[in-house]
């Protein structure tokens, strides 16, 4: 009963709720003051992602608001900060040129139920396992891309349409290089030296609030004052709306999610993983330990609330998680008070952002898509064997050349398939026919160095795990050995910790073929894991659960009694005594 109800158990556990247990009025003042910090290094940061993914500005800063909000209140970190990101700007953008803001709303929705699903399965934990090599390969892929994207603003190229695709891009600008707006590449350029060389005499206000702060004046100067009308701003491209707009209904069906749900996967994969590896450095900073299921199911309650109200995905974002934590934010509370203070920005502040040069934005993204490229990491990787560093350049060109969702999904399917070979690698059968060395056995009793194993015996020691990657490796050793065919077969499985159902299929199989040649299987050193499954399946009953032993000792007093029943060989202990 107790196995059961650990089964069904779900693991949701958000930190607000423990950590508010002993919270006190000095842990609020340091909250307030890194919620109010991290609420305005978010404010730039979430209307630049919200254009540049292709909606308009306050949507960005809504996800911010609401997607922030619930991944404080339901959330498995003490210290996350959730909202837009940049990784999700290629993602969101294709899926607004192909399918349209419903299109967007009803992906994300979808996401949001899988993120929900992950954390009820508890795959909180294995997500956190994928290779490096394909996180920096697409997360490098999708700064380039990014930086990509940006051109046209920083030189303020005059382009009726920008192509989806990478090459096509490049292309297209370099025909249109020639209507470069000189005003849009002092502004982009005077941004991105803002940020550098701001941040190194002011900690405390982010650069990029800075350089949008002086560079929305001097062109708002330009523009009034000096007749310059060639800057283009968010207001000359979009209709600001300074307000929480009202919830509305997304129509799904079963063409919507079949057409959108490989956009969804990407979605939801990328939250995932970008929300716990947030977390996790987090973790490795502030001493604390998040609850990875729990954060899941945050960002999927995130991601599906946040659409009704216009957002973007969310997800949980390293940079603002960052800020929080070295500005003293250590609960919940930090990230909520965030959230309430971009609510504050937008509804008193969101008229005047139309002011903001899109250059200056520009520029923003393109210092964003530098700290995000990670280029000495990947430049290190290349270092690293083979395998790694075709993980890494395929994520990397899949995702600059074609897109995100194709690249992560080949991706892990590259790993999956290098890892299986790895550990095919790894894994190996003998297989033994006179005697077993026990001087290094941990199946060694008192006085047996050695094991001789009576004429008609041979042991087949499984080294590894049992599952369909060594399965064919297993029966090519059986062939091999089975020159004269023994009559009894020992299956060692003392080294083996799981089998997969190839493994299981791969036993039925000796059993039925070693039945028709009337030769007696028996298995050694089952873990109760196996066991079980063994049990589950049938199998047991098959082979006789006699048959099934604990250790060698066990099964050659097995053997020892086929012996003298089946083969009727009484002398059997004197012609296998143990030495």
Not at 88 to 111: K, N, R, S
Not at 470 to 484: G, Q, T, V, Y
Not at 532 to 558: P, V
């Amino acid at each position: 009963m107790s196995l059961f109800a650990s089964k069904v158990t779900i693991d949701f556990k958000p930190k607000l709720f423990t950590t508010f247990r002993n919270y006190s009025k000095e842990k609020f003042l340091s909250d307030l003051m890194a919620g109010i910090i991290v609420g305005i290094v978010a404010l730039p940061l979430a209307i630049a992602f919200g254009i540049a993914s292709g909606v308009s500005p306050e949507k960005g800063l809504i996800t911010a608001i609401i997607g922030g909000f619930i991944v404080s209140f339901l959330g498995g970190s003490s210290v996350q900060i959730g909202g837009p990101t940049g990784a999700f700007i290629i993602i969101v953008y294709g899926i607004v040129q192909q399918f349209g803001l419903e299109g967007l709303a009803i992906a994300t929705v979808l996401a949001g139920v899988m993120l929900i699903g992950m954390g009820l399965l508890r795959l909180g934990t294995v997500i956190k396992f994928i290779p490096y090599p394909i996180i920096v390969g697409f997360t490098s892929g999708i700064a380039l891309t990014i930086f990509t994207t940006q051109i046209k603003d920083l030189f303020g190229l005059s382009m009726t349409s920008v192509p989806a695709d990478f090459i096509s891009k490049w292309t297209a600008y370099g025909k249109a290089f020639t209507t470069t707006n000189i005003w849009s590449v002092i502004i982009g350029i005077s941004s991105i030296l803002i940020i550098i060389y701001s941040s190194r005499l002011i900690k405390k206000i982010p650069g990029s609030l800075i350089a949008i702060i002086i560079l929305t004046i001097v062109v708002y100067l330009l523009k009034n004052f000096a007749g310059i009308t060639g800057i283009e701003t968010i207001g000359d491209r979009f209709q600001i709306n300074a307000s929480l707009p009202e919830p509305t209904t997304i129509a799904i069906s079963f063409e919507s999610i079949n057409l959108l749900l490989p956009a969804a996967f990407t979605i939801a994969m990328l939250g995932a993983i970008e929300s716990l590896l947030s977390a996790t450095v987090a973790d490795g900073i502030t001493g604390d330990r998040h609850h990875s299921n729990t954060e899941l199911i945050a960002q999927g309650a995130a991601n599906i609330v946040t659409p009704l109200f216009g957002g973007i995905p969310v997800t949980g974002a390293i940079a603002r998680t960052m800020t929080n934590i070295n500005n003293g934010g250590r609960n919940p509370i930090a990230g909520i008070i965030h959230a309430v203070v971009l609510l504050l920005i937008l509804l008193f502040l969101g008229p005047l952002t139309k002011h903001i040069p899109m250059a200056c934005l520009a520029g923003v993204l393109v210092i964003v898509s530098y700290n995000m490229s990670e280029w000495r990491t990947f430049r290190s990787l290349l270092k690293n064997p083979k395998s790694d560093v075709t993980v890494l350049l395929v994520t990397f060109f899949l995702t600059v050349i074609f897109d995100l969702t194709i690249a992560i999904e080949i991706g892990i399917l590259l790993a999956m398939v290098l890892l299986v070979k790895r550990v095919s690698e790894t894994s190996h059968v003998s297989v033994i026919k006179d005697e077993l060395n026990m001087e290094t056995d941990a199946e060694k009793t008192a006085d047996n160095d050695k094991l001789i194993l009576p004429k008609g015996v041979e042991v087949y020691e499984i080294d590894g795990p049992f599952f369909f990657g060594i399965a064919n490796k297993f029966e090519e050793s059986m062939r091999m050995a089975n020159i004269e065919k023994p009559k009894i077969r020992i299956i060692r499985m003392r080294k083996v910790p799981f089998m997969d159902s190839t493994g299981l299929h791969n036993l039925e199989s000796l059993y039925r073929v070693s039945h028709k040649e009337n030769i007696q299987l028996v298995l050694s050193g089952v873990n109760d894991k196996i066991k079980a499954m063994l049990d589950k399946s049938g199998f047991a009953d098959k082979i006789g659960k006699e048959n099934i032993c604990s250790n060698i000792n066990e099964a050659l007093w097995r053997v020892e009694e086929m012996i003298k029943t089946i083969y009727h060989n009484p002398n059997f202990s004197d012609s296998s005594s143990i030495r």
